[in-house]
C-alpha cells in the first residue's frame, strides 16, 4: 500500500523554527499534487499549506508569511518550513497527495502519511 513518511517532527520553543519531510510520492513533482495538514486534539483536521504540479502554493490564514513549502524535485521529497512557530501550531502534521489528472489538482488526496507530532511551547 503506497504511503507517505513524515519526519523531523518535534519540540521547538514559541517563536522558533522546524522544517518537516515527507518522502515516497508515487509520481513527479509535475504529475503529483502535494499538501500537508494538521490536526490538533478535539479539532478537525485542515489544510495549511498546499503545492500545485505548475508551483503554484497555497497557504491557510493561521500559517500565511510564517510556512513555506518548498519540494526539492530532484529527491522527490516535499518540505513543510515553519517560522515564528505558536503554540497553536501543535497538532499531528500529514503530507497528502493526489495525482494530477489533465495537470489539475482536486483537493481531494487519496495518499497519506502516519504524521509527525509538533509540540510549539510558549
Known amino acids: 500500500q503506497v504511503q507517505l513518511v513524515e519526519s523531523g517532527g518535534g519540540s521547538v520553543q514559541g517563536g522558533g523554527s522546524l522544517t518537516l519531510s515527507c518522502t515516497g510520492f508515487?509520481?513527479?513533482?509535475?504529475?503529483?499534487?502535494m499538501a500537508w495538514f494538521r490536526q490538533a486534539p478535539g479539532k478537525e483536521r485542515e489544510a495549511v499549506a498546499l503545492?500545485?504540479?505548475?508551483?503554484?502554493?497555497h497557504y491557510s490564514d493561521s500559517v500565511k508569511d510564517r510556512f513555506t513549502i518548498p519540494r526539492d524535485n530532484n529527491k522527490n521529497t516535499l518540505y513543510l518550513r515553519m517560522n515564528s512557530a505558536k503554540p497553536d501550531d501543535t497538532a499531528m502534521y500529514y503530507c497528502a497527495a493526489e495525482a494530477a489528472r489533465g495537470g489539475y489538482c482536486s483537493r481531494f488526496y487519496n495518499v497519506w502519511g502516519q504524521g509527525t507530532q509538533v509540540t510549539v511551547s510558549s
Open positions: 508515487r509520481y513527479t513533482y509535475d504529475t503529483e499534487c
Open positions: 503545492i500545485d504540479t505548475d508551483g503554484s502554493t
